[in-house]
């Protein structure tokens, strides 16, 4: 019997990529075996049955896949030694015995990484790559088993981040995919639930619920008074931050996608990425400026997008518009921490701020906390989903008019 690992290009999926699968051949008769991990045909060399130098992931899935061949190669020699003939079909049926968890945790985060991707999820697999990345680098890219995650592990993990000087925001994300992954790993059967660490870890100095700050009104209006050249970047990022804080504060992302098509007489209504919740605002008079800006920068057709972030013959594949978006983000928050210099506003400025002071705004306005939610498209908030539908678009509007 002869095993291998190939690329099985019969199948393709959603991402491009194909499935890799470990082939049992014997004599004419081939059997086929999920790896649960995928490549694109472009980043694999079908003469050596290995991944091209060029993956940016080559070595760690090269060591995945010479692992998952070698345990298919040891199990046929165990029943060789058991049996002096041994036929495909008998082969087949003891590997696919249930078998006990690998308990490895690379090849695992790997394959989730990759699921998430193929799903279109890849804000998702791009936290969960970085997880990997950090990972590697904490234990030298050494293997690590879901054992060996331990509350001592976590205790150095933690230590590992801060000297990297990472802040408390970014830890706690790490440790909220890491803790998410731990119970896909247990789902999956892949972890023994004994051995899951966060029951006697405590995350409250890893919370990402530290407090974000705020803008003030006055910090805002220095912001808006700043004379800048036209269509120069720091305009350019004063308008994002600016129809972000206007439209409910709308996420970066949302913009990002907005269209024309999407604005309908004097409402902006679209579908919320995140949550997949759908949002609607009135354009207030600062935000019809902005958009007024813009349209001199499309032909205005119902398919344009409205803001110069993407393009649509150049941006087509969930990935693409990923990674514009986020090189777009870094540019644009790398204008407004020049901004804030400049107004001398004693702020971390980023795009999200714009939607903390939006509802920070609103709050010190004397508006409830349920009228604030449903605007931001909160989800899961402690107020009830069926509370917060009570709202009109009549009381967010009302509402808004406190931004002015």
């Not at 892949?190 to 966060?198: I, V």
């Amino acid at each position: 019997m002869k095993i291998s690992i190939i690329l099985y290009k019969s199948k393709t999926l959603a991402d491009g990529s194909h499935p890799l699968m470990v082939r049992i051949s014997q004599l004419k008769s081939k059997k086929y075996f999920s790896t649960g991990l995928s490549c694109p045909a472009s980043l694999w060399d079908f003469d050596k049955h290995t991944p091209k130098r060029s993956h940016p992931d080559r070595k760690l899935l090269e060591a995945i896949l010479a692992q998952k061949k070698a345990t298919y190669h040891t199990k046929l020699l165990e029943l060789e030694s058991e049996q002096k003939s041994l036929s495909l079909q008998q082969l087949v049926q003891a590997i696919e015995e249930p078998k006990q968890a690998s308990g490895e945790l690379f090849p695992f985060l790997l394959e989730v990484c990759q699921n998430l991707t193929q799903s279109g999820k890849i804000g998702r697999a791009r936290l969960y790559k970085r997880l990997l990345t950090s990972l590697k680098e904490f234990t030298g890219s050494k293997q690590l088993c879901f054992s060996d995650i331990d509350v001592p592990f976590l205790n150095r993990y933690e230590a590992f981040l801060y000297k990297q000087g990472l802040v408390e925001n970014s830890i706690g994300t790490y440790f909220q995919v890491l803790r998410a992954l731990l119970n896909k790993a247990i789902q999956a059967k892949r972890m023994k639930k004994e051995h899951y660490p966060f029951d006697n870890f405590s995350l409250g100095k890893f919370s990402t619920l530290t407090q974000k700050r705020a803008m003030s009104r006055e910090d805002l209006q220095q912001i808006v008074a700043l004379a800048l050249p036209a269509d120069s970047k720091l305009q350019v990022a004063r308008d994002y931050f600016l129809f972000s804080y206007y439209g409910q504060g709308m996420n970066f992302r949302d913009m990002a996608t907005l269209k024309w098509k999407q604005i309908v007489k004097d409402r902006v209504v679209y579908t919320r990425l995140k949550t997949g919740k759908m949002m609607q605002f009135k354009l207030m008079s600062p935000a019809v400026e902005i958009l007024d800006r813009y349209k001199k920068h499309t032909s205005g057709h119902a398919d344009d997008f409205v803001f110069p972030i993407l393009n649509k013959h150049e941006h087509t594949t969930p990935q693409q518009i990923s990674n514009r978006i986020n090189r777009v983000l870094r540019q644009v928050n790398a204008s407004l921490k020049e901004l804030a210099q400049a107004a001398k506003v004693p702020v971390h400025l980023t795009t999200y701020v714009a939607r903390h002071t939006y509802a920070t705004v609103l709050k010190q306005s004397g508006i409830s906390t349920g009228v604030i939610s449903e605007a931001l498209g909160h989800k899961g908030e402690k107020i009830t989903q069926t509370y917060l539908k009570n709202f009109s678009n009549e009381v967010i509007d009302e509402a808004n008019s406190f931004l002015l």
